[in-house]
């Protein structure tokens, strides 16, 4: 049986990502693996991870996994999660550091003086905690989840599509920003659907079964 690859560079909470990806395809191989080679063979690769973007790129060319991940990108159903998705794109100001490039685009933090909720209220950064994702079209990975579901976010930086035609779901936190991206057979999402309850395992179920 063909495995899932769950992307192993170095930074955490794979662990949780597999074993939420488990409970909802029991009898489907996952695999966390560092090697470029398993990643190959796999047929549907997720890339999660939390941490600083130079840290998770530069640990990613350390263990030879950048053609890898650039690879699955092109070619099976791909899934990235929080800096999983961030990676995906040109550049980041977190470090003025140089992503993937799938996407063009850049990721920014989020400005101080936009930190305000439409009652006045101050607003935190990091963005931490449960929040609404509302769906910009129908796609696949959305299929029984209700517009505007809650699901949980831990970060202070957000992408800024070039092409605002791959945005597939935005979320509000002083500004509207983009909390997932699609394109082809990639899905990328700002949240954490391993820790979101009902509406993140139903994700990574379809994800499961989705053929694009």
């Given amino acids: 049986m063909s495995a899932v690859a769950v992307i192993d560079y170095g930074m955490g909470n794979l662990r949780s990502v597999a074993k939420a990806i488990e409970h909802v395809a029991p009898g489907r191989r996952v695999e966390i693996t560092a090697d470029p080679a398993r990643v190959a063979a796999a047929d549907r690769v ?48 977190e470090g003025n550091v140089p992503g993937l490039g799938v996407f063009a685009g850049e990721v920014v933090r989020f400005r101080d003086e936009a930190m305000y909720a439409a009652d006045g209220a101050r607003l935190k950064v990091p963005h931490m905690g449960w929040n609404e994702v509302w769906q910009r079209r129908p796609h696949p990975l959305w299929e029984g989840i209700p517009d505007g579901a809650r699901f949980y976010f831990v970060h202070s930086y957000h992408v800024r599509p ?19 991206v699609e394109r082809a057979n990639i899905f990328a999402v700002q949240f954490h659907p391993e820790k979101s309850a009902q509406a993140g395992l139903r994700l990574l179920s379809n994800f499961m079964r989705w053929a694009p």
């Fill in 46 to 93: 997720v890339f999660p991870g939390q941490g600083a973007m130079p840290d998770c790129m530069r640990e990613l060319d350390l263990r030879g996994l950048r053609p890898a991940v650039l690879d699955a990108a092109a070619s099976r159903p791909f899934l990235g999660i929080c800096i999983g998705l961030q990676m995906l794109f040109e550049r980041s100001d």
């Fill in 162 to 180: 070039a092409d605002t035609g791959v945005i597939a779901a935005e979320t509000g936190h002083g500004v509207r920003f983009t909390s997932a």
